[in-house]
């Protein structure tokens, strides 16, 4: 079946680098994606890597994709106390579906 | 400004009422979702559009029902038969089906059912 874990919480301090890590069952994924979201509002698309692609980055954010074990992470260097959110994986099956795993909420310390 | 909005943000029924959650695009796109978020469970679909008109359920349909008459509007009704109504609802929408990776969300709707 389709499924998407994270790991619920991950505290760290400003100024070091948080990594959120996910896992997914559905090898046949053509997109995994990383989404943010502030406290009452809606989901904001962070960035996304093609099942084809190891990595990527985009200023503070690296995703690395490790297809044969179905991980994927987010890095974010530098954390901000404005990157306290919760970040969702999720991934798209081949009907174009998305899968959301649970979220991760980050908490950054000044 | 486009974007999608979603109203109230705040929503308070009694138990055995149905209630119908706002949401409206100005974005022209022809998909539209709506899903469930509830705490430690991420988001879970519960239906979503395609085009006007037509409509499927997701994964937790049962106790909810929606109209798609217009492009820009997808209202989601909550109905009595839901069990565990008390969430925060999120509507989503996506320039088609095919691209639902690039879904943009409402701000969402606390409901609370006493």
């Known amino acids: 079946g389709e499924d998407v874990e994270q790991s619920l919480f991950l505290s760290v301090r400003e100024g070091d680098s948080s990594v959120i890590n996910c896992t997914y069952t559905d090898s046949s994924s053509t997109y995994l994606y990383w989404y943010k979201q502030e406290p009452g509002a809606g989901l904001q698309l962070l960035t996304y890597?093609?099942?084809?692609?190891d990595m990527k980055q985009d200023q503070r954010l690296t995703v690395l994709l490790n297809k044969k074990d179905k991980h994927l992470s987010l890095r974010i260097a530098d954390t901000q106390t404005g990157d306290s959110a919760i970040y969702f994986c999720a991934e798209s099956n081949p009907r174009g579906k998305l899968i959301f795993g649970q979220g991760t909420e980050l908490s950054v310390k000044p | 400004d486009g974007g999608i909005t979603q109203s109230p943000k705040y929503l308070f029924r009694k138990e055995g009422q149905n209630v119908t959650l706002s949401c409206e695009q100005n974005?022209?796109?022809?998909?539209m979702y709506w899903y469930r978020q509830d705490p430690g469970q991420g988001l879970r679909l519960i239906y979503y559009?395609?085009?006007?008109?037509?409509?499927q359920k997701g994964d937790i349909a049962e106790g909810y029902s929606v109209s798609r008459e217009k492009k820009e509007s997808f209202p989601l009704t909550v109905t009595s038969a839901q069990k565990n109504p008390t969430a925060f609802y999120l509507c989503?929408?996506?320039?088609?089906?095919?691209?639902?990776?690039?879904?943009?969300f409402g701000p969402g709707t606390r409901l609370t059912v006493l």
């Open positions: 974005l022209n796109h022809d998909a």
């Open positions: 559009s395609q085009i006007v008109n037509d409509f």
């Open positions: 989503a929408s996506s320039i088609d089906s095919g691209r639902s990776y690039e879904q943009f």
């Open positions: 890597i093609f099942s084809n692609m």
